[in-house]
């Protein structure tokens, strides 16, 4: 009887502490899950974060073209905004030229070689601060009067998600089609006043 009551506790307390040991295993492993899932969070956390940052920065150069125009509408200097290709990364707009002889056609080309430089980041330092691949177009889908001015702004998004259908600018330029972002917005640009006789637009 002396013997088994001694030999009891001896094999109880090595089967504590196996018990012990595999909760501490357990404990490690869950543990390490849960860091792995809380760095992948992290991760995903900035991506969003650069992704709000690139559309916030569109929007804002959208909205500059747009202003622009709108206080720019004459015939001659609307028609001078239309792009033959997308301006910003990857373009050369000689901005040292001379401007054109009419004021409002001058103001167009100054209004194209600013946004340009905007698009590709250059008012901050080091060409970094705009969307990455940013590039800009500047279509008139409708030519007749009342005209309308299509400024789209597109970029490279960090992942893929959609191809947009609402504009062809940029396209082919980004890979995939699906990490192109875009942004566009329309400008309807109406005649001021009517020859009563004719109906013909006297003024732009």
């Known amino acids: 009887m002396f013997l088994t009551s001694a030999r009891a506790p001896v094999a109880s307390r090595r089967a504590s502490r196996g018990v012990t040991m595999l909760e501490v295993l357990i404990a490690i ?7 792995l899932g809380l760095a992948s969070m992290q991760s995903r956390m900035q991506i969003a974060e650069f992704e709000a940052y690139q559309r916030a920065q569109a929007i804002v150069l959208l909205q500059d073209m747009v202003d622009r125009i709108n206080a720019n509408r004459t015939k001659k200097a609307v028609e001078k905004y239309v792009t033959a290709n ?36 250059a008012a901050e330092s080091g060409n970094v601060g705009a969307m990455a691949g940013g590039r800009g177009c500047i279509t008139m889908p409708v030519t007749t009067m009342p005209r ?7 970029w490279q998004g960090m992942a893929p998600i959609l191809a947009p259908g609402s504009t062809t600018c940029g396209q082919g330029l980004y890979g995939d089609e699906r990490a192109r972002r875009a942004l566009i917005a329309r400008i309807k640009i109406g005649c001021l006043q009517n020859d009563p006789t004719t109906g013909n637009c006297v003024t732009l």
Do not use: H, Q, Y
Request: glycine fraction near 6%; charged fraction near 20%; include cysteine.
């Open 148 to 154: 309308e001015i299509e400024v789209a702004v597109v």
């Open 86 to 121: 997308p301006l910003g990364t990857a373009t050369t707009l000689d901005c040292t030229a001379a401007a054109p002889a009419d004021p409002a056609e001058a103001r167009a080309f100054m209004d194209m070689c600013d946004w340009s430089n905007a698009l590709k980041g």
């Open 29 to 35: 492993v869950i543990l390490a899950i849960g860091l």
